[in-house]
């Protein structure tokens, strides 16, 4: 038995040997790995601070950088994308030059529609002159017909002009008005040609001149005829008086 106990208690002395030497080998204060707030050392001051890594830097295109990268290609899609697009755009502008084409077409026509409704109705004769156009343009119809028929077996000049020239006496004289507004309209056109102008004003001034000698003429042959008449008259008298 006390060979027992003396095992038992030399069992128990080894146990708290060993309980503490393990404990001396544990620090009583806990050690930072950051410096305190006095001037000691941190206990891992030789140790290389760790630095964070860095994302790489792509090279910039266009700024020269760029060692050995080649150029991005564009794919066959983008080629195609492309393509149509430049077609789009080929296909609205065709369109809408046509669109604007047919706009200006259809104005330019209902501007001349517009002036040829306002030029004739400018042509028809003030109803305070009292002026008829239907039945007087019928009449100047018929006399140009007339002058036609009388001288369709004459020369080709006479069968030219003489319808023209009687048609024109009958305008002057069953619708006056009417002429002359006709009349300036196509001084008015032209006007915008300088020779046809001076040739205009040359067989106006001819005509004038023929009208004034023939109506000259015709009052002077009046006068004769009147003389001769008067003398007739008074040597019928005469004889007839020496008969008595």
Avoid: C
């Avoid at 794919?75 to 200006?104: C, M, V, W």
């Avoid at 140009?144 to 020369?155: K, P, Q």
Wanted: proline share 7%; hydrophobic share 40%; no cysteine.
């Amino acid at each position: 038995m006390a060979r027992a106990r003396v095992l038992h208690h030399s069992r128990a002395l080894a146990a708290t040997a060993v309980a503490g030497s393990v404990a001396s080998l544990y620090p009583r204060q806990t050690a930072w790995a950051e410096s305190p707030a006095d001037d000691r050392k941190p206990i891992y001051s030789d140790a290389v601070p760790f630095a964070s890594p860095k994302a790489p830097t792509l090279p910039l295109p266009g700024n020269g950088s760029t060692h050995n990268s080649e150029p991005s290609r564009p794919t066959p899609t983008d080629l195609l994308a492309a393509q149509i697009k430049h077609g789009r755009l080929a296909l609205y502008e065709l369109s809408l030059s046509t669109e604007n084409a047919f706009n200006r077409g259809l104005s330019y026509a209902f501007k001349k529609e517009t002036q040829l409704a306002d030029t004739i109705a400018s042509l028809a004769p003030a109803p305070s002159t009292g002026e008829q156009l239907l039945p007087g343009g019928i009449y100047v119809l018929v006399a140009t017909l007339a002058g036609s028929i009388v001288s369709r077996n004459r020369g080709i000049l006479l069968r030219a002009t003489f319808p023209l020239g009687v048609g024109i006496a009958a305008g002057w004289a069953l619708i006056p008005v009417t002429m002359r507004n006709v009349g300036d309209l196509i001084w008015e056109y032209e006007k915008r040609v300088p020779a046809l102008a001076d040739t205009h004003l040359q067989i106006r001034s001819f005509g004038e001149d023929a009208w004034h000698r023939v109506r000259e003429g015709g009052a002077v042959a009046v006068k004769r005829v009147d003389s001769a008449t008067d003398q007739a008259r008074g040597a019928v008298e005469g004889w007839v008086e020496k008969g008595k």
